[in-house]
T-cell receptor, first 114, second 109 residues
Framework: NAGVMQNPRHLVRRRGQEARLRCSPM?????VYWYRQLPEEGLKFMVY????????ESGMPKERFSAEFPKEGPSILRIQQVVRGDSAAYFC????????????FGEGSRLTVL | DAKTTQPPSMDCAEGRAANLPCNHS???????VYWYRQIHSQGPQYIIH???NNETNEMASLIITEDRKSSTLILPHATLRDTAVYYC??????????FGRGTQLTVWP
């Protein structure tokens, strides 16, 4: 069984450009979570989505960041007008149900903003 | 979610048991204790979790004190591949886990 798939693994953007990170959850998982890890720091929760619904976005920055998990296709984390402070590793995780802290993480997408 | 306290680093000889402590003195009755690890820059890997009782799986054992204010993750026979940052997380479910600084475990030959 394929695990959580994230792409691209590495992304370089210049300030002001847009970054789109994609996440395909494990087969049979309908719950997706995005986390961000800044250099030398722990992971920080950003958003929790189910198919077509945002369940909890309490960790999302108020501006420039958005996430979706459409009925068909992968979940997408979108960062508009990137700044150098957005440089980080973005991890996606999935689970088969909502009442669990056992998450399956992908290998992450590393965004570098020049 | 309850705050956890872990030592920043620990060493362990290969083949010996690694015992990683965690304090979570403010944990509430319905909060689980989860352990994850992150090897180098890879995605975090779930290890084990528990509520009150001790738990064991193929990776590790989790010992939770009776008052639930602390726990210990035990890797019975550490290998070089167990070198990683280990995170102890005390919280409710719904996927919003708080990862602190964790413990950097270094297993040496």
């Amino acid at each position: 069984n394929a695990g959580v798939m994230q792409n691209p693994r590495h992304l370089v953007r210049r300030r002001g450009q847009e970054a789109r990170l994609r996440c395909s959850p494990m087969k049979g998982h309908s719950h997706v979570y995005w986390y961000r890890q800044l250099p030398e720091e722990g992971l920080k929760f950003m958003v929790y989505l189910q198919k077509e619904n945002i369940i909890d976005e309490s960790g999302m920055p108020k501006e420039r960041f958005s996430a979706e998990f459409p009925k068909e296709g992968p979940s997408i984390l979108r960062i508009q007008q990137v700044v150098r402070g957005d440089s980080a590793a973005y991890f996606c995780a999935s689970s088969p149900n909502r009442d669990t802290g056992e998450l399956f993480f992908g290998e992450g997408s590393r965004l570098t903003v020049l | 979610d309850a705050k956890t306290t872990q030592p920043p680093s620990m060493d362990c000889a290969e083949g010996r048991a690694a015992n990683l402590p965690c304090n979570h003195s403010t944990i509430s009755g319905n909060e689980y204790v989860y352990w994850y690890r992150q090897i180098h820059s890879q995605g975090p890997q779930y290890i084990i979790h528990g509520l009150k009782n001790n738990e064991t799986n193929e990776m590790a054992s989790l010992i939770i004190t009776e008052d639930r204010k602390s726990s210990t993750l035990i890797l019975p026979h550490a290998t070089l591949r167990d070198t990683a940052v280990y995170y102890c997380i005390a919280g409710s479910t719904l996927g919003r886990l708080y990862f602190g600084r964790g413990t950097q475990l270094t297993v040496w030959p």
